[in-house]
């Protein structure tokens, strides 16, 4: 796709870029009278606590080596393992009034599609990323979802969404070989040129920005005399360099603009592990424990010292005819005859105990921040913890959890939503099979589907031809014939028409993590529901209430065709099928002999 406006644009364009980076960078927000923050900056800090690195250097200025007590990275992974998500969370129901047989073909073949678009890695990085720094960012990328670093990000500090920021710039940097690969692969305008600047700049590495923002729509080269401001993406080049005012005779550079067009809206969405009002970046593990991360290394770095000079052996005299150092003038058995005593100075650790103490403050308090007490990460609770303590942190911990994943869910929808069934309809739009195969449970779903409508077939032709209902011996002795034949070959295809999935996103729900899903509930309805069967074996007969009780357990998440058709075929073999109608015809066939061949559902 190659843009059809000039390589250079006005000025203005580069000059709010690189205000806007520049600034990010350099200004702090104040979320209330003197409490500053810097979004730049708190991610610095961030990746320098959990790789245990100081912004400082490595050395006090006493020159003694600093040591990083690191106490956020066992917490950190300690939260995802609480929130970790995989795509077989991920739940289709029907909606109210819908048929279910759609919703779950769509979720066979969504969960596929999301497994050849790697989307369970994409989890992993969401639920790694979002409690190590506070908030996640996803961005469609040609109908697939990329994580987004947070470093190369600049946006509004103050918003509380990214879709609601004025602004998004994100920082690309390519070595030369991949911008001219990309560059020609995506045509973009000005690749050489761009490759030609830098290389006179003497840099071996590329920056673009990619924008996101308001400008008037003439700048577009739509309508040239157009002030309404629009939304815009810009992939600019040269930015860095851009001096609009040179000063000395030094050369003007002008950036430029490999492609632009008018856009609906920012291709982001986000998800923060904590809010904190006034800022737009979430709290995260590890910047909820900046200020005990900095005293556990103080408190450690000072033992340190403070053993350093205890395991020291010194010794005083007032004698100047005594040894000046022992370690070499003294052998194991030596005799000294001085005047005065030699003494042992004392050099031993008095505070040790405190500083356990402390040690032990900070721990409880860090456990306390970011919900990682025994019960969740394994270790054995205090001797003597009783039983009813551990239960109810046990209930607080999986609780804070049972949150997190609830709204990490719906964030997932989000994407799944906007992002993925899109570019997963337009993918499935055409007419195709869908096939299920192997010993699977959807196999024997799909083949108990197929039976009862070819057994109802059965029954019609049975009775246009014999004048009479089968009895429960011919019925179950079909049943085993039609069976066999639908499961003979281990596979069943299916072809699904042309734009079947649609308008289906009206008509499904996405279900995750089970939110929507009151388990008591559920345990409830299926207990019931036994009991009703239990009372009634030939309930499942009458056409109304089977279509009732498939809606009863769809909505309590349950998929109804595998339910339905188990019971049924218990049923069947227990005996527990009524007998059927007998009409005057007292012919007995010995088998229905209907073809159980069928044409695409």
């Known amino acids: 796709m190659t843009a059809s406006f000039p390589g250079y644009f006005f000025m203005d364009i580069f000059g709010l870029v690189k205000e806007k980076i520049d600034d990010f960078s350099r200004e702090s927000?104040?979320?209330?009278?003197?409490?500053?923050?810097?979004?730049?900056?708190?991610?610095?800090?961030?990746?320098?606590y959990y790789g245990s690195q100081f912004i400082t250097g490595t050395h006090d200025r006493e020159g003694f080596k600093k040591f990083f007590f690191n106490i956020n990275k066992s917490r950190v992974n300690t939260a995802k393992k609480a929130t970790d998500l995989d795509t077989k969370d991920i739940r289709v129901?029907?909606?109210?009034?819908?048929?279910?047989?759609?919703?779950?073909?769509?979720?066979?073949?969504?969960?596929?599609?999301?497994?050849?678009?790697?989307?369970?890695?994409?989890?992993?990085?969401?639920?790694?990323?979002?409690?190590r720094y506070g908030s996640v960012v996803i961005k469609d990328v040609d109908g697939k979802p990329q994580i987004v670093l947070l470093r190369n990000?600049?946006?509004?500090?103050?918003?509380?969404?990214?879709?609601?920021?004025?602004?998004v710039i994100e920082r690309h940097l390519y070595k030369i070989s991949e911008f001219r690969e990309l560059g020609q692969k995506k045509g973009?305008?000005?690749?050489?040129?761009?490759?030609?600047?830098?290389?006179?700049?003497?840099?071996?590495?590329?920056?673009?920005?990619?924008?996101?923002?308001?400008?008037?729509?003439?700048?577009?080269?739509?309508?040239?005399?157009?002030e309404k401001m629009v939304k815009t993406m810009f992939l600019l080049t040269g930015v860095e360099f851009y001096n609009p005012t040179p000063k000395n005779n030094e050369e003007v550079i002008k950036p430029f603009i490999l492609f632009k067009q008018e856009i609906d809206e920012w291709p982001y969405r986000d998800w923060h592990w904590d809010k904190e009002e006034g800022r737009w970046l979430g709290v995260g593990v590890v910047e909820d424990l900046f200020g005990n991360q900095e005293s556990v290394n103080e408190l450690n770095n000072l033992l340190r010292k403070s053993l350093y000079w205890s395991s020291k052996k010194l010794f005083q005299t007032k004698d100047q005819t005594a040894p000046r150092n022992l370690f070499t003038e003294a052998e194991n058995g030596s005799v000294f005859q001085v005047r005065d005593g030699i003494n042992p100075v004392s050099m031993e650790e008095r505070n040790l105990p405190q500083y356990n103490l402390e040690f032990q403050r900070l721990e409880r308090n860090s456990d306390q921040r970011a919900f990682t007490f025994e019960?969740?990460?394994?270790?054995?609770?205090?001797?003597?913890?009783?039983?009813?303590?551990?239960?109810?942190?046990?209930?607080?911990v999986n609780s804070y959890y049972a949150f997190q994943r609830e709204n990490l869910g719906m964030f997932i929808k989000e994407i799944?939503?906007?992002?993925?069934?899109?570019?997963?309809?337009?993918?499935?739009?055409?007419?195709?099979?869908?096939?299920?195969?192997g010993e699977s449970d959807e196999l024997e779903k799909i083949a108990g589907m197929i039976t009862n409508h070819l057994l109802q077939q059965s029954i019609q032709d049975f009775y246009t031809r014999f004048g009479r209902f089968p009895t429960v011996s011919e019925y179950l002795e079909e049943q085993a014939i039609v069976t066999q034949k639908v499961l003979n070959k281990g596979r069943i295809y299916l072809e699904i028409p042309e734009k079947f999935y649609k308008d289906l996103k009206y008509r499904?729900?996405?279900?995750i993590t089970g939110e929507q899903i009151d388990l008591p509930s559920q345990i409830e309805t299926l207990t019931n529901l036994l009991t009703l069967l239990g009372n009634n074996p030939g309930i499942l007969q009458d056409p109304q209430t089977k279509i009732i009780l498939e809606k009863i357990l769809n909505k309590a998440g349950e998929n109804p065709i595998g339910i339905i058709n188990a019971l049924q075929k218990n049923m069947f073999q227990a005996g527990g099928l009524p007998q059927l109608p007998q009409l005057a015809s007292q012919t007995q066939p010995s088998s229905f002999n209907v073809p159980t061949g069928g044409g695409a559902i």
Request: hydrophobic share 40%; aromatic share 12%; proline share 5%.
């Open 508 to 511: 499904i729900d996405i279900v």
């Open 93 to 131: 129901i029907a909606e109210e009034g819908q048929s279910f047989y759609p919703a779950w073909f769509f979720e066979k073949e969504l969960r596929q599609f999301m497994k050849e678009e790697k989307f369970g890695v994409l989890l992993n990085e969401i639920v790694s990323k979002a409690p």
């Open 375 to 396: 019960v969740n990460t394994g270790e054995s609770l205090p001797s003597g913890t009783p039983f009813r303590l551990g239960a109810i942190l046990a209930n607080a």
């Open 29 to 48: 927000i104040e979320i209330s009278p003197g409490y500053l923050f810097n979004q730049a900056e708190t991610l610095k800090k961030i990746d320098f």
């Open 188 to 226: 973009w305008d000005n690749v050489e040129e761009t490759v030609a600047l830098y290389e006179k700049m003497g840099q071996a590495e590329i920056l673009m920005a990619e924008f996101y923002g308001f400008v008037p729509e003439k700048e577009l080269g739509k309508k040239p005399k157009s």
């Open 153 to 167: 990000l600049v946006n509004d500090q103050t918003v509380n969404s990214i879709k609601s920021s004025s602004h």
């Open 416 to 437: 799944i939503e906007d992002f993925i069934i899109p570019g997963f309809i337009k993918k499935k739009n055409k007419a195709h099979v869908l096939s299920f195969e």
